[in-house]
């Protein structure tokens, strides 16, 4: 809401801004220590550009890297956990996939406090599938959490249930995940759901009753084996 992060924060084309970014990251990191938490998620929401001409997408991606180097030296124990998002509330994001945020954990002076954070919905946004991201980062041992949601293609950023839109997708995104052993390490599963925009007040938190993720493994697995 502040209007230091309407062209974006680490990215913006206004120093004053930038400097503005950075202060609420430290102060992020503040907050996960006195949390006892150990990582904060970056969602790089206006962290692109609205016209393409109005930045270099070579300067852009620079300076993200140079924030999250300041992130790492700030804290030498934080780990940073990207969550990639193609566009919304930005047209063009520079980080929009879990290939970006390899590459961008890798140019980091230390990649092993850089990782991310999978969101089937962002995923989906970017005409990807949601299990192979997460496949992907598994497999680059870079899968620090997941926000299992749904989205119906290619549209605004839906924040859906979990299997509303394509069980079979959900059903996949758990396979890859208890199948490489997300969980054995502490990792969590977290539900980034939204109420939908014709939600009246009072039915507002009905989205939050459905969150059965064992009920809904077990009943996706019980369908696929024909037992329901
Ligand atoms: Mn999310």
């Not at 006892?36 to 016209?51: F, K």
């Not at 996939?97 to 954070?117: F, K, L, Q, W």
């Not at 059903?171 to 054995?184: A, D, R």
């Not at 969590?188 to 939600?199: C, E, H, I, N």
């Amino acid at each position: 809401m502040d209007p230091h992060t309407q062209d974006g924060g680490f990215m913006s084309t206004s120093k004053e801004d930038r400097e503005y970014a950075m202060w609420r990251a430290y102060r992020s990191i503040d907050i996960a220590n006195e949390l006892g938490c150990d990582m904060i998620v970056l969602w790089l929401a206006r962290e692109g550009t609205l016209c393409a001409e109005s930045k270099s997408p070579v300067w852009a991606t620079k300076m993200l890297i140079e924030a999250i180097n300041k992130m790492l030296e700030y804290d030498p124990k934080i780990r940073v956990c990207i969550e990639p998002k193609p566009n919304e509330p930005i047209d063009r994001s520079i980080c929009g996939t879990m290939g970006h945020v390899m590459a961008i954990s890798a140019a980091t002076i230390d990649p092993s406090r850089v990782g991310g954070n999978l969101e089937s919905a962002h995923a989906i946004l970017a005409g990807l599938d949601p299990a192979h991201e997460i496949g992907f980062a598994m497999a680059m041992g870079k899968l620090m959490t997941v926000h299992l949601n749904d989205q119906n293609s290619i549209r605004y950023d839906q924040d859906k249930s979990f299997g509303v839109e394509n069980l079979r997708a959900a059903f996949n995104q758990v396979k890859v995940l208890k199948e490489n052993g997300y969980g054995e390490h502490g990792e969590y599963v977290g539900l980034d759901v939204k109420a939908m925009r014709t939600t009246k007040d009072e039915d507002s938190y009905k989205h939050l009753e459905n969150r059965d993720f064992e009920a809904l493994e077990m009943y996706v697995m019980e369908l696929l084996m024909g037992i329901a």
